[in-house]
């Protein structure tokens, strides 16, 4: 006997699974279809990503070279198409690239005397938020490097600050240049402080150290 209520179970039990797969049939195909679809955009979506990075860095490397020209005999021509193909990145590149394309034009508009275009574009990456923090901080101390000698001094300090707490990567320039402005609004003990601390201090990097030591060597006293 209960191998007969087994059969009749089973039975219904595959009844019901007819039942249920005719009345969804077309929900089920639809799904499965959504699923396949889904996975083949995903598929297509990260090998277009990759189309695009490979493209942009393309782009990018050629533009380096050419704005690495300095002894060629179309030097101007070279990092005139050096400056059209960043900002062409900056433009349409993946978000990585744009933001390089954009400090690697400031440097080079920078190197030409356009100081003007270079401090546009290092702001432009320093108050990016979509950038990468490390960059937008690395563009906030360029542009205030460049200025240290004419920039409005509360301005400088302003935003230099943040940059010198001894968390933040860039703490050792950032400290370097408030007390090189320290020094220019005749503030010579704080500066001294400041530069005697980097003197002394063996993480921050070696250059920083060694020009720190070379100012407090010049100063009075």
């Known amino acids: 006997m209960p191998d007969i209520f087994d059969e009749v179970e089973e039975e219904l039990r595959a009844e019901r699974t007819r039942q249920f797969l005719t009345r969804y049939a077309g929900a089920i195909a639809a799904a499965a279809v959504l699923v396949i679809a889904l996975v083949a955009g995903w598929q297509g979506w990260r090998w277009y990503q990759a189309r695009q990075d490979q493209a942009a ?11 690495s020209d300095t002894t060629g005999p179309n030097v101007a021509a070279a990092q005139g198409a050096a400056l059209a193909e960043f900002a062409q990145l900056a433009q349409h590149a993946p978000a990585g690239y744009r933001t390089l394309a954009r400090l690697r034009a400031a440097a080079l508009e920078a190197t030409q005397g356009h100081m003007p275009q270079a401090l546009a574009l290092w702001n432009e990456v320093a108050t990016d938020s979509s950038a990468d923090l490390l960059l937008r901080n690395l563009a906030e101390l360029l542009w205030t490097q460049h200025q240290i000698d004419t920039g409005d001094p509360a301005t400088l300090e302003s935003r230099l600050k943040p940059l010198a707490t001894p968390n933040d990567p860039w703490h050792a320039m950032a400290t ?46």
């Open 57 to 67: 860095a393309t782009v990018y490397i050629q533009a380096m070279l050419e704005a």
């Open 176 to 221: 370097e240049q408030l007390a090189l402005l320290a020094l220019r609004q005749g503030k010579t003990g704080e500066a001294k402080q400041m530069l005697t601390a980097l003197s002394n201090d063996v993480t921050v990097p070696e250059g920083v150290r060694q020009r720190a030591t070379a100012v407090l060597a010049q100063l009075p006293g």
